[in-house]
DNA sequence: GTTGACAACTGGTTGAACCAATATTAAATT
DNA sequence: AATTTAATATTGGTTCAACCAGTTGTCAAC
């Protein structure tokens, strides 16, 4: 098993409805179509997107799926409040189209303990619960990462931690965690794609695995916990520090190029 | 305001797309469609609903959403590992469907600590953050829970307490909490609303709600933990124990009528 | 002013035809 | 006989046009 043979980014879907429920989530999650806003009907959006009704309806059906819109016979469409609906599933798409970084360093800020618990909370039932596999599995992929950081290539540390999370969750034999982990790892996913030098790499990773690998061969749930958050509180720390440098730097540009997001229009017209 | 005024359950929903959807749905919950196996073609499904493919293609899709199925152009439908790739977004429907309550119990059992460990996230920023109106609307709603206790009505409590909640989160001010916690109130709406009795109620929870508004005004956050922490251990600890003298008791039950769900059966066919 | 039929929206459903990706089969080639 | 290649069947993807079914607003009748 090579670390390097993950699928990498997924095509870019050349799906017509995928690609219209994308435009229209961006337009929502930009803020330029607000909460209690009415889409257009659909026979109109359709013919708009040069598209028919039924592949239109598609992407609508994802939209409320994903609940930012909410369908009603006979009434319409009508945007929905994410910020009070939404779930972790919006995260990626969020940061990737919300022009206010101040917002999305927050939310990041915010969503970083959270993970953080979820991390803590697999750990404490992977140590109760892993079997021999599970161990042999996480120690080879210690190994691989190690060897990664060796050569230092930031995008494939952050592939083959994608695989060092996803075993621990597997050594936590648990349905309940995995499903809770699941979004995490998903919103991980995509923003290692996105932004790869984003996260930082603290040169004591290595050790923190090793360290993690120990308290999984002598049974010590405190020693992981305490590893792990360790860990992570140092490298989230860093993060919201670049986060908010970000965001000071963010903040001088603003004034210059920003268009006060004027709320009525939809620009989805095709342009012929 | 009225504790009362919540909308009941959804409607059952007169929408075709959306029983196929919940048909399919539970097969796949029950394993009467096990991962990896195909679906029929569109067509075939279509003919068997007695509907046509535009609806049949919508609750496929709405399967693929919620990652019950991958859907493959010229390669068809196939059932996904939902334990491996669904969401506590599923938790509903698979607690509904699961014909193997031991399980169910086990994922219980193992979403109790998570979710408690989001409410304690929440109450801690809510602790933090919680501006004057937010504090009166908890104190609103605490009031009328601690009526509504008296009355000793659980489904009502059911409800305020998910005001409460509601309230909580609120508090936070923080999206990402919002984000985070959604799915385990949607899973906890649906749960009270299918099994109103199976939600433990403690005599101290008039005292616990009063001791969480004291822990307000004095912006004590580590008391607003404690209290939190014992009320809810205290809490699920009861729910697990009736979880599991739920499970002696079906285990009793089990050996006389389960069949062994054969997994190629398709039973979709609609009764004419 | 109130009521009630009607018209004009809106999304929901239908069926048939065709396009496009894949899998299978049969034929041609080696 | 094994391999390659071409034809074909099967799958989901898209389009069209019509009609059904809830909702809202209008306007005439009362």
Known sequence: MSIEDSEGPAPPSTNIAETIFRDLRGLILRGELTSGERLPGERELAAKYGTNRNTLREAVRKLEQQRLVTVRHGQGVTVTDFRKTGTVE???PF???SPDF????????DMLPARLQVI??????AIRRADKTDIERLTDITELLITAFQRGDPALIGRGFQRWLDALIDAAHSVAIRWVANPYLEAYRHLID??????V???TFPKHLEDLLEAFANNDEERAIEVTRQYYELVDGKLMQALASAVSQAGKEKSVDEPPASSKRL???REG
């Open 90 to 92: 919006l995260l990626p």
């Open 95 to 97: 940061l990737e189209s």
């Open 102 to 109: 101040a917002e999305v360093a927050h939310i990041i800020e």
């Open 120 to 125: 803590e909370f697999a750990t404490r039932r």
């Open 194 to 199: 996105r932004f790869p030098t984003l996260w």
């Open 201 to 203: 790499l603290e040169p």
């Open 267 to 269: 620009s989805v017209t």
